[in-house]
C-alpha cells in the first residue's frame, strides 16, 4: 500500500526543492555526528532515490540502500548506473517483514530519513537495526518532530505525526543502544495543506550500538 504511495512519487521526487534542502541537512548531520570511513559498511532504511545514500557513498566502503518501493530504487539504480557508483547495492525490502534477507550481514552504519514516520511499529524497526548493528556501530534516524498533522497533504501511508525526539531517545535507549543524542538538522519551512506557511522542524537521533 505504501510501497504504491512512493512507486507513484519516484519519477518526480528529486524535483522538490525542500526535499533536496532536507537531505543536503541531514546529510551534513549524519557526516558531523558520525566519524565516517572507507572501511564502514553501511544500510539506508527507506533510501528513496537516494538522496542521501549517494551523497555517503564515497566516504563509507559500501551501502546496503533499502526501500519498499521498487519505484523509488528503480530511480537510485538509474544514479548508480549514469554516475558508476560501485558500492552502492539496492534491495526491495521492508526491514520488519524481510529482515531474514539481510540476517547474515552486519553493519557499522544504519540511517534513515523521513521513513520512521512511515513505519506501524518503529520499535520493531529498532529492535531489527540493534540485531543488524555491529558492535560500536553508529545509528542515525531523521525524522520530523511532533506535527499537528499538517505536514502531509495526503495521510496514506503515514502512521505517526513525527516523534518527540526525547521520547524516541528513551525507547532507542530502552532497545539496548548507548550513547544517545538527538540534535535539530533542519527545518522544513513550507506551506501546508490549510494554505499556512509553517515551519516543520527535523531531528537526528544518534547512538551507538
Ligand atoms: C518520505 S520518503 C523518504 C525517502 C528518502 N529517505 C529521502 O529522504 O528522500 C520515505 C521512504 O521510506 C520508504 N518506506 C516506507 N516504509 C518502509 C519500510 N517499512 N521499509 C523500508 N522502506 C520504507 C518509502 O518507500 C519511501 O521511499
Redesign the pocket.
Known sequence: M??K??DKA?AD?DQNSL?LQ??KS?TAAIKNAVPLSGTMCAL?????????TTELAPHLKNIVA????GG?LWVLQEKIKTQSLTNIETLQ?????DADLLASRSFDLIY????LH??RDPGA?LQKCRQLLAPAGFLAI?DLEKEDGSFHGDMS?VEHLGFDPAKLAEQVSRCGFAQVNTARAHVITKENVQRQVRDYPVFLLTARG
Open positions: 505504501t510501497s504511495i512512493f519516484a521526487w526535499r532536507l537531505a541531514v539506508e532504511i527507506g533510501c528513496g532515490t537516494g538522496l542521501i533499502t526501500d519498499t518501493s523509488m525490502l521492508d526491514l520488519c517483514a534513515c530519513s523521513m521513513t512511515h513505519v524497526v531523521a501511508g
